[in-house]
């Protein structure tokens, strides 16, 4: 079995969760077999000294299905 | 005073602190005296395109009791 | 256009989160222009085998307004 | 000349090298033009004491063709 | 939002930033909304004691457009 | 569930995953449930300018049966 | 003799060294005694597959006149 | 032969040197055939502006001698 | 509460401990609260083959009293 | 005892053991003492989608006989 | 094939790239076939709040044509 | 100006500088314009719950002073 690994970054107002779940649910719309998401980097968005949003970035790993794609 | 860290893993269904929490409580049955548990990785698993679960590695650093064990 | 990095620390009882909006809460009193906060280290302090808070180390990025401090 | 590095996973059941191959062989199907292939990472899986099989993490790089996907 | 990183590779005979330009103009005939690109490695090829190209690995970062290729 | 990592040097005068195999199974005399065991380092021990050996380091990661040892 | 470093960033539209040095001039206003600037990240700002300016990252190390500011 | 690897901190009011000392005689009383101790990390603790304290964080290398603990 | 980190170097002729405590002493006459300094780099400065002194790099962390300075 | 650690490739078409093989012994013609060779890299040559040779980058450490050479 | 790889630094008064071919053109009058030159770090030399140089850490990487010396 | 750096490990019964010590005095019987030793790793070596010694593992910068030797 061979198994594609890309890198993702995703956005939420909420939480760190739910950031990597937004990245998630948007590749998924084009990729099956999503087995994991390793958080790489969690950044906090700031304004006026509040948090506005969490960006995360992701490595995103999925079996093949008929082809590696470029 | 000497401490020991061991690496542990834990999985939760909701967050990566409740991943932390399970793989500490665990721990405390046979473990005394653990002070903190620094993550080392967070790992969300996907079934479906959805966040079934998270999977943490912990660093967890305690006092030693008695003696060290191997 | 400058910016300046600096590394901070915050606690929390309840969740990364929070600790992070902890630190940016209290640097805002003083530093405006407040863009970012990448986090660095997540640690979970522990009494009696239970999470009693979470620690957390960001690198803080901001605007600088009329000069650098040393 | 441009080049794109993709991180594929490989598994074999004899060896580390068989794993890299595996995950090249595979992916030559729909890239032309694969030059290296760097072992990031080697796993051993485990079952009842005993080595089952090999799992490999590698970076991939070939030159582009017509167009840089995505 | 979701964006995608991906990692290529360009040259060129003058300069660093003139291999990380073409590794961008090369990626931007099929990929849009590419926003960034962070050096990760810059290699200078020698022929006869003379610099005759630089090399450069670029982390590529881009908003999703309509969909998350594999 | 909660799992366990530990860390390991197996040698063997033949390769490296034959190095990991000793290690593995010295292990599992006394360590059930052992998954996993990912090569950290590999070094070839040198006699006469010729390979007698090779040393690996492993992080072997196993499921936690019954109690957590320190 | 004591020294501290600080992390700034500094942009430019021309090339990575030019950032460092806008970086460096902007810093020199307040900070006497600054004695090197070591590249920690080099990052291309793309507009419509063009290379907009460069933003870099830099360890800024000085010696320390008076006191040492928090 | 098999060799395991295990993290452990130990504090001294005197020096690095020191501080790995007690780490290593506190750990031997119960671990046979300890061989090396690496230092991964050495840090002073301050009070009143004066070292009070060196805590050190060491990986130290054993034979195996009976049984691998978990 | 908050705490902030910074980073700076000491030099001494005689010890690694020697040039962390020389920085430290020297930052606690504007800074209150230090509570450690982690050795981040020691170098020794050679002249005719002998080590004429040792620099180190420390990250030195202590309480906020009243406001982050930027 | 002082020992001196040098950097060399080497490659094979079978496998990785046999790439540091063939950079120890041909090291051997000219440097006595040598001890061991860490793997720093494994890179897989491809050709036509099929493996053609293994370069390795290695780490060899020998002990210093007469002078340390520049 | 077997190669080597140094560890250089260069200075120059203009650029990366040229303190890059510095150290090559230099190591070019006694060493042969040297191939490429990545470089690990870039600092500026700052005088007065003016870059005043560059100095640049490279791993320079050449073919061994008839001993390896020590 | 062109520098070298080379990597060497020393020895000692008594402390980290000393062993530091060591190396250098041994490599500046050959090497002139030794400037700096950094120290990459300190590992002390265990006898029945004692140190007996501590070896050091550091990067040696020195001027080149005629030629550039592989």
Redesign the interface.
Known sequence: ???????????STS???DA????????????DG??????E??????E????CG??V???V??A?QD????
């Open positions: 079995m061979v198994e594609k690994i890309v890198e993702l970054t995703g956005t939480s760190i969760e990597v779940e937004l990245a998630i649910s948007r590749a998924s719309v084009t990729i999503i087995r994991e998401a390793t958080v980097q969690a950044t906090a968005q700031i006026k000294g509040k948090i969490w960006k970035t992701v490595k790993r999925f093949i082809q590696v794609h470029e």
